[in-house]
């Protein structure tokens, strides 16, 4: 099992950046892909961006590709997510997510069901 704690967000500029980050506890860190995902009010739960457990393959939200960067470091059982050029639609909660395996099939990247931790979620405000 993985206890995950984001940590990062904030209030910023149309513009602005931030940096999110997700600390993971547990010895399964290094073996689980991750995701990031981002809930507005009123909205559901969406997908934003995933990364598979060595780093090597990313996957993104069209609405976010050139944007943000998903990163993870296993020596820090942490991952990050940098987020660029903001804009007030990207106002959400954002929560990490670790999935159950190492890889990320198809087209489930974006699936909150194939998900089985979650953190608590960090708030990001875009103000115009």
């Known amino acids: 099992q993985v206890q995950l704690v984001e940590s990062g967000g904030g209030l910023v500029q149309t513009g602005g950046s931030l940096r999110l980050s997700c600390a993971a506890s547990?010895?399964?860190?290094?073996?689980?892909?991750m995701g990031w995902f981002r809930q507005a009010p009123g909205k559901e739960r969406e997908f934003v961006a995933a990364?598979?457990?060595?780093?090597?393959?990313?996957y993104y939200a069209d609405s976010v590709k050139g944007r943000f960067t998903i990163s993870r470091d296993n020596a820090k059982n942490t991952v990050y997510l940098q987020m660029n050029n903001l804009k007030p639609e990207d106002t959400a909660v954002y929560y990490c997510?670790?999935?159950?395996?190492?890889?990320?099939?198809?087209?489930?990247?974006?699936?909150?069901?194939?998900?089985?931790?979650w953190g608590q979620g960090t708030q990001v405000t875009v103000s115009s």
């Open positions: 997510a670790a999935r159950p395996s190492p890889y990320i099939n198809g087209n489930s990247a974006h699936t909150t069901s194939g998900y089985n931790n």
């Open positions: 547990g010895r399964t860190f290094s073996s689980s892909a």
């Open positions: 990364v598979i457990y060595n780093g090597a393959t990313t």
